[in-house]
């Protein structure tokens, strides 16, 4: 190929980025980065402003308030933006009597590439077997895999991808992970939007959680991870006599609507000897981890009480109110 368009940090740095549809607030005081060489995730659930904020990431959207770069400029002013970002904005039409082979070669003489870049992402995204076929008789997966061959055709430096795991079946998404591994680990940028973070859970390191529009973690997937805290769960025949020894011993206390006690800080032995030297029987007590899945579901339904500020990290875990300053960890 000739000229790359590779020169430039490759970062999306998205600062104060808010956006109102009406009454709407879909997006709101929106920051962070994605930098290149790791895989980011940007999640949330349906209807927390996602694809709004990667619209306005790539031009699609005007912001009510805020900027969004790529290279440190807005998507408008970049020189060949194709060359530098390749995106998949939701499911993708394609005309239906047109071969895979036939649409790449359609849209990289509109980028002005030579033919054989159509060849070159087919193998790229594995449908090399299938180039000769009418895009109509595709399934989804393949159409997924068809438009990200369709974003990888400037050999840009950026992906922006809007739940590219849908309609992808197991073997499908186990692909797209190893891929998209590979790509951020050739130097580039990934930001890749999902509504489950089981599904991207192996695939991305940096995480950008978001609510109601607004962001509620950004860090690393492995500091999220240690932000999970385990509880014990207990049923005692006097929690009023049982809570001060819990206090005395500085762990944490969660009132359970069911009369349970909920503890933090300690194991269940632990919490076991301090009720028999308060005198307080237990009827009953249970281990509870919170998985990652249930984190994130905390996250974003907003009732998440924040565990201990990691200071020396750049993670930013939500405060009490289950929501971030929304400033989240820019560098
Ligand atoms: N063009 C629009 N006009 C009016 N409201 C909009 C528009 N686009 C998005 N919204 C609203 O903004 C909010 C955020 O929507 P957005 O599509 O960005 O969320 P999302 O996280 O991508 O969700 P999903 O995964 O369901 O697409 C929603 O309440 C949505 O209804």
């Keep these: 190929m000739e000229e790359r368009v590779h020169d430039g940090s ?3 740095m998205v600062q104060g980025l808010s956006k109102s549809f009406g009454p709407i607030n879909a997006v709101q005081n929106l920051s ?6 790791a895989v980011t995730g940007f999640l949330g659930p349906n209807g927390s402003g996602k694809t709004t904020t990667l619209r306005m990431i790539l031009g699609l959207v005007t912001p ?25 904005l939701e499911a993708q039409s394609f005309h239906p009597g047109r071969t895979a082979r036939n ?43 068809l438009a990200l061959a369709t974003a990888l055709l400037g050999d ?6 809007d739940e590219p795991a849908n309609g992808l079946d197991p073997e499908g998404i186990a ?4 891929f998209l591994k590979a790509f951020a680990a050739s130097g580039r940028t990934v930001l890749v939007s999902s509504h489950l973070l089981r599904e991207m859970e192996h695939t991305v390191e940096h995480v950008v959680i978001i609510s109601h529009g607004q962001c509620v973690y950004d860090g690393h997937l492995d500091e999220l991870r240690a932000a999970q805290r385990s509880r014990v769960l207990v049923q005692a025949s006097d929690p009023n006599k049982l809570v001060p020894a819990l206090q005395d011993a500085e762990l944490g206390i969660d009132y359970l609507p069911d009369g349970r006690l909920a503890v933090t800080g300690a194991d269940s032995r632990t919490v076991a000897d301090l009720a028999l030297g308060a005198g307080v029987a ?26 201990e500020q990691h200071p020396a990290t750049a ?8 929501h971030g300053s929304g400033n989240g960890g820019i560098a």
């Design 32 to 37: 962070f980065a994605v930098r290149p060489g």
């Design 156 to 161: 840009p430096q950026v992906l922006v991808l």
């Design 282 to 307: 237990l009827y009953g007590m249970e281990d509870e981890q919170v998985d990652l899945e249930q984190l994130f579901f905390q996250l974003t339904s907003g009732q998440y009480a924040a565990p």
């Design 10 to 12: 490759g970062r999306i």
């Design 64 to 88: 009510s308030a805020g900027t969004a770069t790529i290279n440190g400029q807005p998507f408008h002013q970049l020189a060949n933006p194709a060359r530098v970002v390749g995106a998949v």
């Design 315 to 322: 993670a930013r875990p939500p405060d009490a109110s289950g």
């Design 103 to 145: 649409h790449l070669r359609c849209y990289a003489a509109a980028m002005n590439l030579p033919d054989e870049q159509a060849d070159r992402v087919l193998e790229l995204v594995g449908l090399t077997s299938a180039a000769q076929r009418k895009a109509g008789t595709f399934s989804l997966g393949m159409r997924q895999r």
């Design 175 to 178: 692909w797209l992970r190893n």
